[in-house]
């Protein structure tokens, strides 16, 4: 059976301070519609700018994972993304009103308890899972950090943290599904050792710090003189050192609180892979730098999955649903300009092109003559050809319109064009045409391999001129 995508059934806000900062910030969940995924938004900024929760966005791991886009930034995501990937909700936007989320109690749980309070709605979007499909590897040799994703039909973690602390010892956490996450993971708080709070206090970081959102270990000798001092820095009448060997500020939820916090990281920096995921997850020594480059080896293994999926469908001697005499009743190029000689394949949101790149081609004249190369500029052009007979087709009268590219981003060319290859270039719509302009992802396939890939933005516009 299918599982269906979900998101909340109204608002709900959260509100805090942030860890490092010391801003207050107010976090509200917001319901999203199929398929959108998690996005931020900076309400406290101009134009109130969208963050994607995207592995590819992240700019910073060093105290938790920030991610940058348009100019804005979000701090510590990783707690709020494991809370929404550990109670299944898929779509949310998550508007803030500050650069940072609210630490609240270092854990997930508020978040997950204010998530509930909202509720849930099942959406008609089946969710589309990632199936690991073999053993993806990452490993720092030198941190003596190790992680594997393995086949799995389930959400598996496995985690051992080892800081050479005699106080934490080597710990272990796990969880066999992901229904387990709210009981055994969901409230377990972040970390430091008091070394390390030292210096943050010293470089003037966790403002937001008041040891009610951090287990704090102690990893060296102090004495009553330290303790009063960190007892003045956060309002306490005194500290001392637990039984444990953690400042008695707090007492431990489990033994192994520490693991099971770090599984929680891991939760939450793997949601950046954008995709619910399938698979046993192991990691030794994890961190938020080892998470996210782990993120990008998933990521980057499923790219290369949906540019296979794409290169064994199509067969270029499909017969045509517009030859070139019915391409050149909708677009207005003419020959030399006209590359696109079929299309084989066109629904409401994708079209599928077919360009045979013969040596009697103008360009090939030119361009290299001794060794002949189709142009990366005419392989875009081609690949917006076929991009507009898709947008056209949105129209009654195509023929009145024209389309105009505005925008070229993430074209990568990744093999030769040669005379003799036959170019099938694939689109598909990245959202809804909106006040006639539509963005697109564009590939272009020459046999198995992709040779081009890009991302369109264009404006379908009616050609005045035609018309009078």
Same mark, same amino acid.
Request: charged share 25%; hydrophobic share 40%; glycine share 6%.
């Given at each position: 059976?299918?599982?269906?995508?979900?998101?909340?059934?109204?608002?709900?806000?959260?509100?805090?301070?942030?860890?490092?900062?010391?801003?207050?910030?107010?976090?509200?969940?917001?319901?999203?519609?199929?398929?959108?995924?998690?996005?931020?938004?900076?309400?406290?900024?101009?134009?109130?700018?969208?963050?994607?929760?995207?592995?590819?966005?992240?700019?910073?791991?060093?105290?938790?994972?920030?991610?940058?886009?348009?100019?804005?930034?979000?701090?510590?995501?990783?707690?709020? +993304?494991?809370?929404?990937?550990?109670?299944?909700?898929?779509?949310?936007?998550?508007?803030?009103?500050?650069?940072?989320?609210?630490?609240?109690?270092?854990?997930?749980?508020?978040?997950?308890?204010?998530?509930?309070?909202?509720?849930?709605?099942?959406?008609?979007?089946?969710?589309?899972?990632?199936?690991?499909?073999?053993?993806?590897?990452?490993?720092?040799?030198?941190?003596?950090?190790?992680?594997?994703?393995?086949?799995?039909?389930?959400?598996?973690?496995?985690?051992?943290?080892?800081?050479?602390?005699?106080?934490?010892?080597?710990?272990?956490?796990?969880?066999?599904?992901?229904?387990?996450?709210?009981?055994?993971?969901?409230?377990?708080?972040?970390?430091?050792?008091?070394?390390?709070?030292?210096?943050?206090?010293?470089?003037? +970081? $966790?403002?937001?710090?008041?040891?009610?959102?951090?287990?704090?270990?102690?990893?060296?000798?102090?004495?009553?003189?330290?303790?009063?001092? +960190?007892?003045?820095?956060?309002?306490?009448?005194? $500290?001392?050192?637990?039984?444990?060997? $953690?400042?008695?500020?707090?007492?431990?939820?489990?033994?192994?609180?520490?693991?099971?916090?770090?599984?929680?990281?891991?939760?939450?920096?793997?949601?950046?892979?954008?995709?619910? +995921?399938?698979?046993?997850?192991?990691?030794?020594?994890?961190?938020?730098?080892?998470?996210?480059?782990?993120?990008?080896?998933?990521?980057?293994?499923?790219?290369?999955?949906?540019?296979?999926?794409?290169?064994?469908?199509?067969?270029?001697?499909?017969?045509?649903?517009?030859?070139?005499?019915?391409?050149?009743? $909708?677009?207005?190029?003419?020959?030399?300009?006209?590359?696109?000689?079929?299309?084989?394949?066109?629904?409401?949101?994708?079209?599928?092109?077919?360009?045979?790149?013969?040596?009697?081609?103008?360009?090939?004249?030119?361009?290299?003559?001794?060794?002949?190369?189709?142009?990366?500029?005419?392989?875009?052009?081609?690949?917006?050809?076929?991009?507009?007979?898709?947008?056209?087709?949105?129209?009654?009268?195509?023929?009145?319109?024209?389309?105009?590219?505005?925008?070229?981003?993430?074209?990568?060319?990744?093999?030769?064009?040669?005379?003799?290859?036959?170019?099938?270039?694939?689109?598909?719509?990245?959202?809804?045409?909106?006040?006639?302009?539509?963005?697109?992802?564009?590939?272009?396939?020459?046999?198995?391999?992709?040779?081009?890939?890009?991302?369109?933005?264009?404006?379908?516009?009616?050609?005045?001129?035609?018309?009078?």
């Amino acid at each position: 059976m299918n599982i269906k995508q979900r998101t909340i059934k109204k608002e709900v806000s959260v509100s805090g301070v942030g860890l490092h900062t010391g801003q207050p910030v107010t976090l509200t969940f917001k319901p999203a519609p199929e398929n959108h995924g998690y996005k931020f938004k900076r309400v406290d900024l101009t134009n109130s700018p969208i963050i994607d929760a995207d592995v590819d966005n992240v700019t910073d791991t060093s105290r938790g994972t920030t991610i940058t886009q348009h100019g804005a930034s979000v701090s510590t995501v990783e707690h709020v +993304l494991a809370g929404l990937v550990g109670i299944d909700v898929d779509n949310v936007l998550i508007e803030l009103d500050g650069p940072e989320t609210p630490i609240m109690d270092g854990s997930s749980i508020l978040f997950i308890e204010a998530l509930e309070l909202a509720g849930f709605v099942e959406q008609d979007a089946d969710r589309e899972y990632y199936h690991i499909p073999h053993n993806i590897h990452y490993s720092e040799p030198d941190r003596k950090v190790e992680m594997v994703a393995m086949p799995l039909d389930d959400y598996r973690f496995t985690c051992m943290i080892d800081y050479n602390s005699p106080v934490l010892g080597s710990q272990h956490a796990a969880i066999t599904t992901l229904s387990e996450f709210k009981k055994e993971i969901a409230s377990c708080r972040t970390f430091c050792f008091l070394h390390e709070l030292e210096m943050l206090l010293k470089h003037d +970081l $966790i403002k937001g710090g008041d040891l009610n959102n951090a287990i704090v270990v102690v990893d060296k000798e102090v004495n009553k003189e330290e303790l009063k001092h +960190l007892a003045k820095l956060f309002n306490r009448d005194d $500290i001392d050192v637990a039984r444990e060997g $953690i400042l008695n500020n707090i007492k431990l939820r489990y033994q192994n609180e520490p693991a099971r916090h770090k599984l929680l990281d891991m939760i939450g920096d793997l949601a950046l892979v954008g995709t619910p +995921l399938r698979g046993h997850i192991m990691a030794a020594r994890p961190g938020h730098a080892a998470n996210v480059a782990f993120a990008k080896k998933i990521k980057a293994q499923i790219k290369r999955e949906k540019n296979k999926k794409y290169l064994h469908i199509y067969n270029p001697n499909t017969p045509p649903v517009y030859d070139t005499v019915q391409i050149m009743n $909708i677009l207005p190029h003419r020959p030399p300009m006209l590359l696109i000689d079929k299309i084989i394949e066109l629904s409401k949101t994708h079209v599928i092109g077919v360009k045979n790149a013969t040596i009697n081609e103008p360009f090939f004249v030119g361009h290299f003559p001794d060794s002949p190369v189709m142009p990366g500029v005419l392989q875009i052009e081609a690949m917006a050809q076929t991009g507009g007979i898709l947008v056209l087709n949105t129209v009654p009268d195509p023929e009145n319109y024209l389309t105009y590219l505005l925008k070229i981003e993430n074209a990568r060319f990744k093999e030769k064009v040669l005379p003799g290859d036959t170019i099938i270039f694939r689109c598909d719509l990245m959202s809804p045409i909106r006040r006639g302009i539509a963005q697109m992802k564009g590939v272009g396939m020459v046999g198995e391999k992709v040779v081009v890939e890009a991302e369109l933005m264009a404006l379908i516009s009616k050609n005045e001129d035609k018309i009078a």
